[in-house]
């Protein structure tokens, strides 16, 4: 069974965390935002929550961040995910990191070199999917 932490609580990685425990999926979400700490625990299991920043090492520890197959990084902070990007695959030695790109300007940073095996540039994909769909 795959364990996979999620840091960022938002819509996105609530839907994530949703998906994932449907595949039966163990899974953990890192948030720090006190009103969507709030939505969470209305939404999952208490022990599902670690409240922290997710680019604190102490927190990613009490995540038990060493038994995890893969992080996913999806705050609404670009300079967050790619730093939470790089102490997971560094410091962890994460098998599978993802994060999410914010702002399309960013998109060069989210690299292999920054800790990130695959990025997520929302703008781009449904940029070209709406182009796409105008042809």
């Not at 993802?98 to 095996?117: H, Q, S, Y």
């Amino acid at each position: 069974m795959k364990k996979v932490i999620i840091i960022g609580g938002g819509q996105v990685g609530a839907y994530l965390a949703n998906l994932l425990i449907e595949k039966k999926c163990e899974v953990l979400i890192v948030e720090n935002r006190p009103s969507v700490l709030e939505r969470l625990y209305q939404e999952f299991d208490a022990k599902l929550i670690i409240k922290g920043d997710g680019s604190d090492t102490q927190i990613l520890e009490k995540a038990q961040i060493f038994e995890s197959d893969t992080v996913a990084v999806v705050t609404g902070s670009d300079e967050v995910n790619l730093v939470a990007a790089t102490i997971a695959k560094y410091e962890y030695g994460i098998e599978r990191v993802i994060a999410r790109v914010n702002n399309p300007k960013n998109d060069w940073l989210f690299t292999i070199e920054m800790g990130v095996d695959k990025k997520v540039n929302q703008a781009d994909l449904l940029g070209h999917f709406v182009f796409d769909e105008m042809l």
